[in-house]
């Protein structure tokens, strides 16, 4: 009677592509946000007062930006802040 027309052979492969552009795009950024992550803990403590002067003086605001999903990420996650600021006072004392 009424049946649905099964789909042309070419948009399955297309599908298959689609998922694992998808994947892979999932993939590249987690990979990029760890790198963000990872670049941001290790330079905060040399390059403090920099981030400090850009924060409340006025200094280059792209520092403060760069750094600002950090300061987010400190503020809503006790634990990761104690250790941010444990390898802060590390370098600035």
Known sequence: MNQIPEAPAQQQPLRGRIKQY?????????IYLLAY???AIVTIGPCFWYWY??????????????YAPLVWLCDHCAPFCRLVNLYVRWWVL
Request: hydrophobic share 60%.
């Open 22 to 30: 998808l994947r892979q795009l999932a993939v590249r950024i987690v």
């Open 37 to 39: 992550l990872f670049i």
């Open 53 to 66: 002067e850009a924060t409340y003086v006025n200094g280059p605001r792209w520092i403060a930006k760069f």
